[in-house]
């Protein structure tokens, strides 16, 4: 079957889906946006998490034909979607520019798809500056999920963190310098920075 | 296998009349992993993200009725005064990415002895909302909807609506127990109900039995001893002893297996502590509050 959806802003088609294909799979697999990542195809491990219509989910528990229709944002989209959202709120000018500007984005080739080109977003930076990072295997989708706390609650405490990153698994860092670094990403958002 | 997309309630009946043998899928977050693992191949599968109805509530006067699909994540964050006691139990359900698709229906529709809304309907009392194109609707009472492990009383051509969730008329609570507070299926779980306006307790266990279970026994009991010591009027504490033959008569309702999780003798303890502390936290609650209005009047 075909499904048409929109990937991080821009309207996408997959052919040839079969019907039990999950919205990770026609991710990776047939749109090249391998930045989701496939651990455990169970919901346990938190690596595929995206966001369908702005909720985050695991994308190997959406099948294929769920999202059609639907917006979905991946990590390879964040740093986008994280400039909007800043936009839209009041960091980069009037709501009419930062449209203009996202066309011209878009007009130019694939930075809002691939990521590629693109600033890192607030949360992606404070990962790095915090070496939240090990092996990278869990990072996007510990991004995504701490992206949407953030949106959702600017001070988060402690248990705050650790409730809405409890669907994420890591497997190399212990977690604390993921807490560091979501810390780090929230203390620089309520200073504007 | 065949992807089906009705974009109302009506077009999801008519599809499942016609295809009895579809597999409706809701959140996925069973449905996915079954397919994932290739334990299960639909011929057909069911849609119902677009059947808008299946995703909201309406609060009544004397219950809620909650729409099939309505997410745990809402349950928790909206309808906590009304139904404490799926409240708590929604949010120990295993991730806020899974607590963003899963929801009631689903778990329903799956009737694992593990899951975690069964004890907390049982406990609070509801019936299931089901309907089909052919004979339309009727109403299941939640002691009846579950007929075996992972079976439950729905007829191959009809769908679950919702559920109708009496409204809290007193504190309620729900214990789970799991090596994490996040991401666990319950090795043993209780919810328990505390009715003043009717003046009884109602039970309900998970992962302890075939299906999810009320402990009556111990219902029974306690609704007696509370009545003869008059303790709705006087709000005294609970005495230990008769806390101690409710915690028993739970654990002996019990009907557990040996698995990878735990063992049986373990769930059967596990529950009777339990059902003393939620009994203890719910009865505190009640004083309480009897306390307060009574300190107000
Ligand atoms: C990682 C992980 C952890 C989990 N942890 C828990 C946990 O802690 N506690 C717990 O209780 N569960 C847990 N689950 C199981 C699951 O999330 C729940 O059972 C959830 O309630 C299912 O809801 P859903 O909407 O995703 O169901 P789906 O997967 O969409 O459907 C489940 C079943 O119900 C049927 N169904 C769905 N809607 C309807 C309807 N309207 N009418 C008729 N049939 C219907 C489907 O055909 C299917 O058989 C976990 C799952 C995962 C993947
Ligand atoms: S791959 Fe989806 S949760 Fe692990
Ligand atoms: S950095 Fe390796 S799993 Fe998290």
Redesign the pocket.
């Known amino acids: 079957m075909r499904v048409n959806f929109t990937v991080n802003g821009r309207p996408q088609e997959a052919d040839d889906v079969w019907e039990g294909e999950s919205l990770l799979y026609v991710l990776r697999e047939r749109l090249g946006l391998p930045g989701s990542k496939n651990a455990c195809e169970?919901?346990?491990c938190g690596s595929c998490t995206v966001r369908l219509d702005g909720v985050p989910v695991c994308a190997c528990?959406v099948a294929a034909g769920q999202a059609e229709g639907r917006e979905v944002v991946t990590v390879e989209g964040l740093a986008e979607y994280a400039r909007q959202r800043a936009c839209g709120t009041d960091a980069c000018g009037t709501k009419s520019a930062s449209l203009d500007e996202a066309g011209r984005r878009q007009a130019q080739g694939t930075d809002s798809q691939t990521g590629e080109g693109t600033e890192l977003s607030p949360v992606q930076q404070a990962f790095i500056d915090a070496g939240a990072v090990q092996c990278g295997f869990c990072t996007p989708g510990l991004l995504v999920a701490a992206d949407e706390m953030l949106e959702r609650n600017p001070n988060p405490t402690d248990a705050d963190i650790r409730e809405a990153l409890s669907g994420n698994l890591c497997r190399c860092t212990g977690y604390e310098k993921i807490m560091d670094a979501v810390r780090l990403a929230a203390a620089r958002q309520s200073e504007g920075v | 296998m065949d992807f089906l997309r009705p974009a109302s309630w009506e077009e999801a009946l008519a599809a499942k009349a016609e295809h009895p043998t579809a597999?409706?899928?809701?959140?996925?977050?069973?449905?996915?992993?079954e397919i994932n693992f290739d334990h299960r191949r639909p011929e057909y599968l069911l849609d119902?993200n677009r059947v808008g109805d299946?995703y909201e509530w309406e609060v009544g006067e004397e219950s809620v009725r909650l729409g099939?699909?309505v997410p745990?994540t809402r349950i928790m964050e909206d309808l906590r005064a009304e139904l404490p006691g799926l409240a708590l139990a929604s949010h120990?359900?295993?991730?806020p990415q899974?607590r963003n698709?899963?929801?009631?229906?689903?778990?329903?529709?799956?009737a694992?002895p593990?899951?975690?809304?069964h004890p907390a309907l049982l406990a609070a009392g509801a019936e299931v909302e089901v309907e089909s194109a052919a004979r339309g609707s009727r109403l299941i009472p939640i002691d009846d909807f579950y007929t075996g492990v992972k079976r439950n009383a729905?007829q191959p051509d009809?769908?679950?609506?919702a559920v109708h969730i009496k409204k809290a008329d007193g504190p309620q609570q729900y214990s789970k127990v799991g090596t994490r507070n996040a991401?666990?299926?319950?090795v043993c779980a209780f919810g328990l109900a505390l009715h003043p306006g009717t003046r009884t307790v109602r039970t309900g266990i998970g992962s302890a039995a075939p299906t999810p279970v009320r402990a009556r026994a111990a219902e029974e009991f306690l609704n007696a001893a509370l009545e003869e010591g008059g303790f709705w009027d006087n709000g005294k504490i609970i005495t230990p002893s008769v806390a101690k033959q409710f915690a028993e008569l739970c654990s002996a309702a019990c009907n557990p297996i040996d698995d990878v999780r735990g063992t049986a003798s373990y769930r059967r303890h596990a529950v009777g502590v339990m059902a003393r502390r939620t009994l203890t936290w719910t009865w505190e609650s009640y004083r309480g509050t009897r306390n307060t209005s009574e300190g107000a009047a």
């Open positions: 169970q919901g346990e528990l | 597999v409706p899928i809701a959140g996925g977050t069973d449905v996915m992993v119902l299946l099939a699909s745990y120990t359900v295993a991730s899974i698709r899963g929801g009631v229906g689903g778990n329903l529709g799956t694992s593990a899951g975690d809304a729905l009809e769908l679950i609506r991401m666990v299926i319950a």
